[in-house]
């Protein structure tokens, strides 16, 4: 079975600054995409950014990119120019097939002025 | 284009009860996925629905169980609550079409429904 970690429970970042956020998976499939999802108190989830594994490239999304290091099996998300508006609720998630998702426990960020 | 809508948004049942959410999703999207969220077990798969077929489940009970009508939209049910049924339930929609092969189309989430058993 896949298993998505999320070792950083909390983090927090000066507006303005760069903040990484960490994601680990454990997989034996060759073949699949990975994601980071941000939920704000809204409740909402909001994809962020996709990775696809075959891909050697690392997704970029504005101020969003991805170090996706696929030996290691890990998948890391930066955050450049941080504001007040990217504090929230960060989930790595993995997904092989279908519509199925697997998460990771989350990441609370906290933006400071 | 409308997004994923979820109904109720709030909901208090008494353990025992049954209970029905709904979920609609984006036009167009024929993919429909459930996901339960707690505090202590974070988010877990529930079953996923594709054209009015379960198409893949989730390690939980049969006391949870869903369904997708013609035009898409799909129901999940709890039966006989549980005070650990409580949770925040979300419901996603994608436009992936059917066959084996992986889609890259994200999933679109709803706001969810938060359920409260007492």
């Known amino acids: 079975a896949q298993t998505v970690t999320q070792s950083q429970p909390e983090m927090s970042v000066q507006e303005a600054e760069t903040v990484t956020l960490s994601c680990t998976y454990d997989t034996s499939e060759s073949d699949y995409y990975l994601f980071w999802y941000k939920q704000p108190p809204s409740r909402q989830m909001i994809l962020v950014i996709r990775q696809e594994a075959y891909k050697q490239q690392n997704a970029t999304e504005n101020r969003f990119s991805v170090n996706f290091q696929k030996a290691a099996k890990s998948f890391s998300l930066k955050i450049s120019d941080s504001q007040l508006g990217d504090a929230a609720m960060y989930f790595c998630?993995?997904?092989?097939?279908?519509?199925?998702?697997?998460f990771g426990e989350g990441t609370q960020l906290t933006v400071n002025p | 284009k409308a997004g994923v809508t979820q109904t109720p948004r709030y909901l208090i049942k008494t353990r025992g009860q049954q209970v029905t959410l709904s979920c609609s999703p984006i036009?167009?999207?024929?993919?429909v996925s459930w996901y339960q969220q707690t505090p202590g077990q974070g988010l877990q798969f529930l079953f996923e629905y594709f054209s009015e077929t379960q198409r893949n489940k989730g390690n939980f009970p049969g006391r949870f169980s869903g369904r997708q009508f013609s035009n898409s939209r799909s129901e999940m049910n709890v039966s006989t609550l549980e005070l650990g049924d409580s949770a925040l339930y979300l419901c996603?929609?994608?436009?992936?079409?059917?066959?084996?092969?992986?889609?890259?189309?994200?999933?679109?989430f709803g706001n969810g429904t938060r359920l409260t058993v007492t």
């Open positions: 036009s167009g999207h024929r993919s």
């Open positions: 996603a929609s994608s436009s992936e079409t059917g066959g084996r092969r992986i889609r890259n189309s994200p999933l679109h």
């Open positions: 998630a993995y997904r092989s097939s279908g519509s199925r998702l697997t």
